[in-house]
Structures are given as C-alpha cells and as structure tokens.
C-alpha cells in the first residue's frame, strides 16, 4: 500500500511525499516535515505514530486494521487533539457498500438473516478484515441485535472480495465489491489526505470524507 500511494502522489501535481518510513526507520522526522501523514503500517506502530502526530499537531489518515482495545484507545485520545481520518477501507465502491448495507439491513427487517462473507491475499494476517467488522457493526448497530456471522477466506493473490448476503422467506439479497487493484485504496486514502488537512480534531471516517453522512 505504501508503494501504491507514492506511485499515485507522484502522478498528482497537488502533492509531493515528503518523506518515505519503513519498519524500523524513524518516524519522529518524518511525522515533523510533512503537512499529513498516512499510515498503513501495523496494528502495534499506533501509539507511537500518534503520540508523534499529537505532538508536531500534524493530521492523520489511517488505514491499518486490526487494532486492538488499547491500539483503538490511542487513536481516539489522539483524535482529541489532531483530526484523523480512520477507516477499515478508502475504496469509494467500499464505503457506498457500508452505506447500502444499513439501508438494505433497515428495510429488510428481522425477517431477512445477515452473513458477510469476505475473501483476501493469503499474506493478508488479520482476520475477518477490518471492512467485514465494519460491515458486521453497521448491521448490528441498526438491528441491536448480537453479532452477525462472518466467514473469512485466505487464498491465492484476491486484493479483496466481500458478500453481505440476506436471507428471507423465498428471497435472497447479495451486495457485492470485488477490488481489482489497491489502487482503490490507495486513491481514497490519498482523497482523505487532502480532505483532512485544516479539520478540526475529531475521529472522523470516508463516510465524512465522501459526504455519506
């Protein structure tokens, strides 16, 4: 992802990737010379990337998943002081999915049974994927009910696949987004770096950035 990013920046005359990080190197210089950072890094790199954030009070988008309590606590405390822009996933297709989704999950009612099923990379190490638990929380936040199924499948070189299936007496619903290229992605996390220059603090999502909300 970090590859794609570069690749797609240098193509953009509005930005210039001020600096390059990559395991083990410091991010203290590099957080300090840029107007936005974005992360796609690892779950643990978190509260170190944010305590450096907070303190150069440079903006953040971050892409990794896969947080854990203590990972995601960092985020939101930072958020209180720089605007961040966390999502699971920056695809515009994606975020029109999680929207479908709680429109779909709304008027479907209780007769109709959720399951998200979700394909990646075999590289890809967390599992399900951050966009199938955000598909999962939609659901759940708009039933109130308890967690939604999901099934996870680990294989060959699949950028990303997920399937939110509802089934109903007679009828059965699928919403589908198939990623060709993490271009997606990476064009979205970029669209989120411009977005969130100038914010004021606050956690905010691609839903905001894309005027879903």
């Given at each position: 992802?970090?590859?794609?990013?570069?690749?797609?920046?240098?193509?953009?005359?509005?930005?210039?990737i001020?600096?390059?990080?990559?395991?083990?190197e410091?991010?203290?210089?590099?957080?300090?010379?840029?107007?936005?950072?974005?992360d796609f890094?690892?779950?643990?790199?978190?509260?170190?990337?944010?305590s450096?954030?907070?303190?150069?009070?440079r903006?953040?988008?971050?892409?990794?998943?896969?947080?854990?309590?203590?990972?995601?606590?960092?985020?939101?405390?930072?958020?209180?002081?720089i605007?961040i822009?966390?999502?699971?996933?920056?695809?515009?297709?994606?975020?029109?999915?999680?929207?479908?989704?709680?429109k779909?999950?709304s008027?479907?009612?209780?007769?109709?049974?959720?399951?998200?099923?979700?394909t990646?990379?075999?590289?890809?190490?967390?599992a399900?994927?951050?966009?199938?638990?955000?598909?999962?929380?939609?659901?759940?936040?708009?039933?109130?009910?308890?967690?939604?199924?999901i099934?996870?499948?680990?294989?060959?070189?699949?950028?990303?696949?997920?399937?939110?299936?509802?089934?109903?007496?007679?009828?059965?619903?699928?919403?589908?987004?198939?990623a060709?290229?993490?271009?997606?992605?990476?064009?979205?996390?970029?669209?989120?770096?411009?977005?969130?220059?100038?914010?004021?603090?606050?956690?905010?999502s691609?839903?905001?950035?894309?005027?879903?909300?």
């Amino acid at each position: 992802m970090g590859r794609t990013i570069a690749e797609l920046a240098g193509r953009d005359p509005q930005l210039a990737i001020s600096s390059e990080i990559d395991v083990g190197e410091s991010i203290d210089a590099g957080i300090k010379s840029c107007d936005v950072a974005i992360d796609f890094s690892a779950a643990d790199a978190a509260p170190d990337i944010c305590s450096l954030a907070v303190g150069a009070k440079r903006p953040l988008v971050i892409g990794t998943t896969g947080h854990s309590a203590d990972q995601r606590k960092a985020i939101e405390s930072a958020a209180a002081v720089i605007p961040i822009v966390f999502a699971s996933n920056f695809s515009i297709g994606v975020n029109v999915l999680f929207w479908l989704t709680g429109k779909a999950t709304s008027l479907l009612g209780e007769n109709f049974s959720p399951e998200i099923v979700e394909t990646h990379h075999v590289m890809k190490k967390d599992a399900p994927s951050g966009t199938a638990k955000t598909l999962g929380e939609i659901i759940k936040s708009e039933r109130g009910g308890t967690d939604i199924p999901i099934q996870s499948i680990r294989e060959g070189e699949v950028v990303g696949e997920h399937t939110v299936t509802f089934s109903g007496p007679g009828e059965r619903l699928e919403l589908t987004h198939r990623a060709a290229s993490r271009e997606t992605f990476a064009s979205g996390a970029l669209a989120a770096a411009k977005w969130v220059i100038g914010k004021s603090p606050g956690l905010y999502s691609m839903q905001d950035v894309l005027g879903l909300v």
